[in-house]
């Protein structure tokens, strides 16, 4: 037999949380496709000094990582490996050990010293030959060095992808000191100056800008066009505001290219002299807390994929195969040529260095640049600038509709202040369908009434629905009644922000159309739900808020069943007919299991699953972290829940470990919601009124004939799309189960089973339907 193939692993510059997933799921990948799977202790010094810092890895040694933050491999800068004798003892190092695959999680720093050291590969082997290091025939099977990059850094700040491993639970860190800070600032009445991290990248202080309603940003790439200091005395307190808050990345610059200091800001807005703001002003650096605790579900679901995915990259890869890493693009993973990002990212540094900023702008990708003008409009909402024509200017319903999600309130307030800085008239429509159909007219305040400003500004960080929803669709509230209070409040198109049931409330608006002339107005709608169960798009607001929640509280779980350590927890997870919930946050928690309405449960497949579940503890002896659980969907089955999973698997194991049920309930809905659900609330938010401003005032015959007017705003891979609602009702959805035909995250699920070192099992019989059930009773197919 040929020798294992052997691919090793290191974490590179500076830490950052979700590394220690990576490391798990390529050490665990590696193992499952055949190989010996190796980490490098201490990073470039671990590949130099060799010995016991190259370790070969089982699968027992990376359990319970995915919760810790940091790297537990370790890392160190070397600064032997930027000379070639230390790449030359490297590679020496690598070849005694059999490695010639190699997958590095780190900045741009580290992986352009990992390509190098790809490329002086085949003369370092030579000089190893020649040095009498090693034989001919010794080196022959390592000739070819395959590298394949992970980017780990919490300023995300690599061009060519949208996130990196660490930035969320960096962004997730801001968002919650921030909202904290903004308190005590309300309560004063005073400014806060917050310094973020972000050197060369202002990614972390545009979203967390974002996500928080921050009054002013300040970042490396994008200096104002004007003094700063002029506009920041313009606008600190506009329209009665009790706070101020500017969030200042740490390489942050003016046009001039001159470096902004925290100090700098605090002394405008504190000064006293006749023309100053002479506000009550607090600097807060946050430092090293941006880096630190466990990671935020996206950093573990991103880490894990991009892990796995970097196995099957580095196995795949020839001699002639460009170095590359694995990248994020909206909603997909996918590889890239490493160089030509990190190329683009040192003249993005240049390019701010010289204070080309159209340039530096340019180098980042579209994600940030969204952000960044999202921003603007969620800050610049007073400017007259950019207003319509008073004849272009629409009055705009915004409806919440299903039950709370968080990134409602931001979706909300960011659409508010987009229709306000264009001159459109925003009005909220109170308690979805209900309350627009039974208390339109109520006195002193009616369901439908214009927003306030200062009231939605704040709104940014809240958790559920500011302007109230429920699950009432048009026709249960009377369709005719409905079309009749959109003419009457002379509405010229319809926000709708929510889950399946608003999805199916446009639906039905859609086909009362011809009954209704008054129905014929632009609508689309903003997915919100923790189910991600819309059709047309991959991802809705409160998931992640959702998933954050799940996840920790599976921590807090896991850590008690590995407390006693022979211990099986079945958690029940929210989500409806749609297992999305269940099988990421089972690849954030490392489920033993999951699962789910699409594929259902079966007495033969718990058997499959108990008999696993003895196995793993039989071969424990007494180890730590010996702690299972299993994620169950709420809906997966009519017969068997959580309850009744846990007493069979409690049954089944004869007093040689124990089994209990858990049910978080309405806990994982969340309070905050996340930095991520804040952040994609405000771009798509923005985004769905652009798309309905498009179509303008008196649009009644356009809108009969355009499949566009009725849509859905969703990320599908890599892009943000609208879909037609009447193609996604005919060809894209599932209306029994109340979800999409086709299940993009599905295959996540084997991802799971496969880290989980799950074995097969038999796979749950599908139900009769219809005659041929009733026919097959009766002995009669």
């Known amino acids: 037999m040929a020798p294992k193939k052997k691919v090793a692993v290191m974490t590179s510059g500076g830490d950052s949380p979700g590394m220690n997933a990576a490391v798990r799921a390529v050490v665990r990948t590696a193992i499952n496709m055949g190989c010996d799977a190796y980490c490098v202790y201490e990073g470039y010094e671990g590949l130099v000094r060799g010995g016991d810092l190259i370790r070969q890895m089982h699968w027992e040694d990376v359990r319970g990582w995915l919760s810790e933050g940091g790297t537990l491999i370790g890392t160190a800068r070397c600064k032997a490996f930027y000379e070639r004798p230390g790449r030359l003892l490297g590679a020496k190092n690598m070849v005694a050990n059999g490695i010639d695959a190699l997958i590095i999680c780190g900045g741009d720093g580290s992986l352009t010293g990992a390509d190098k050291f790809r490329q002086e590969w085949p003369s370092l082997i030579d000089e190893l030959v020649a040095n009498g290091d090693f034989t001919e025939d010794q ?82 790439e994008r200096p104002e066009e004007h003094d700063w200091k002029e506009k920041m005395s313009l606008v600190h307190r506009e329209m009665g505001k009790r706070k101020t808050i500017v969030i200042v990345a740490e390489g942050a610059r003016d046009k001039e290219g001159q470096k902004i200091t925290p100090t700098e800001i605090k002394d405008l807005l504190s000064d006293t002299s006749e023309n100053g703001l002479a506000l009550d002003t607090r600097i807060t650096t946050l430092g090293h807390v941006q880096r630190g605790g466990s990671p935020v579900h996206m950093d573990r679901m991103l880490a894990t994929l991009q892990g796995v995915e970097a196995v099957k990259a580095v196995l795949e890869a020839t001699p002639d195969t460009e170095t590359c890493f694995i990248a994020l693009e909206e909603n997909k993973i996918v590889r890239k040529p490493l160089m030509r990002a990190v190329k683009e990212t040192q003249e993005l540094a240049k390019a701010v260095e010289s204070k080309d900023f159209t340039r530096a702008l340019q180098l980042r990708d579209r994600e940030f640049a969204d952000s960044l003008k999202s921003y603007h409009i969620t800050t610049n909402v007073t400017v007259d600038d950019d207003k319509l024509p008073t004849d272009k200017r629409m009055r705009i319903g915004m409806i919440n509709v299903g039950a709370p999600a968080g990134g409602m309130n931001a979706a909300v307030r960011a659409a508010v202040a987009y229709c306000i800085s264009r001159g459109h008239e925003p009005v909220a429509i109170h308690n979805g369908f209900a309350g627009f159909a039974r208390h339109h007219g109520d006195k002193p305040l009616g369901a439908v009434r214009p927003f306030n400003w200062l009231e939605v500004d704040s709104w940014a960080s809240k958790g559920g629905s500011e302007i109230g929803t429920n699950r009432e669709l048009p026709e249960e509230s009377g369709m005719e009644l409905i079309a009749n209070l959109i003419e009457k409040y002379q509405f010229d198109a319809l926000f709708l922000i929510g889950g399946f049931e608003a999805f199916h409330a446009v639906a039905q608006l859609r086909r009362a159309r011809d009954q209704f002339p008054s129905l014929c107005i632009p609508m689309t709608l903003l997915p919100a739900t923790i189910s991600v169960n819309v059709p047309g798009s991959e991802y809705s607001l409160g998931s992640d808020t959702c998933l954050n929640e799940l996840v920790g509280y599976c921590d807090k779980i896991k850590q008690s069943a590995s407390a006693t350590r022979r211990r099986v927890f079945v958690i029940e997870c929210q989500g409806g007919r749609c297992g999305y919930t269940t099988v990421l946050a089972g690849l954030s928690v490392g489920a033993s299991a999951v699962y789910i309405p699409e594929e259902g449960i079966s007495l033969s497949m718990l058997h499959a699953d108990v008999h696993h579940l003895k196995e793993v503890f039989n071969a424990d002896r007494g180890q730590s972290r010996a702690g299972r659980l299993i994620l169950v969907n709420e809906k997966a089955s009519k017969v068997y829940d959580a309850k009744l999973i846990a007493s069979i698997i409690r049954e089944e194991a004869h007093d040689r470990f124990e089994s209990r049920e858990s049910v978080p309930g309405h806990v994982v809905q969340g309070n905050n919601p996340s930095g991520m659900d804040r952040c994609r609330a405000v771009r798509l938010a923005i985004k769905c009124i652009q798309h309905l401003e498009n179509f303008g005032r008196n649009a009644h015959n356009r809108v009969k004939t355009d499949p566009s007017s009725t849509t859905v705003i969703g990320i599908q891979g890599s892009e943000i799309v609208f879909s037609s609602v009447k193609q996604l009702e005919e060809t894209g959805t599932d209306w029994p189960n109340r979800r999409p035909k086709i299940a993009h995250w599905l295959e996540v699920r084997d991802v799971v089973d496969a880290l989980s070192a799950r074995p097969a099992y038999p796979k749950p019989e599908k139900s009769l339907t219809g005659l041929i059930a009733k026919d097959t009773k009766r002995g009669l197919a």
């Open 139 to 220: 080196v022959t099977p390592y000739r070819h060095l395959n590298i394949v990059g992970l980017v780990g850094s919490i300023d995300n700040d690599l061009s060519g992808t949208d996130a990196t491993i660490g930035c969320y639970s960096a962004l997730a860190r801001i968002c919650e000191m921030v909202d904290y800070i903004e308190a005590t600032a309300s309560s004063h009445s005073r400014a806060f100056v917050v310094e973020v991290m972000g050197r060369a990248s202002g990614w972390l202080a545009v979203n967390a800008g974002t996500a928080t309603g921050a009054d002013f940003v300040l970042i490396p």
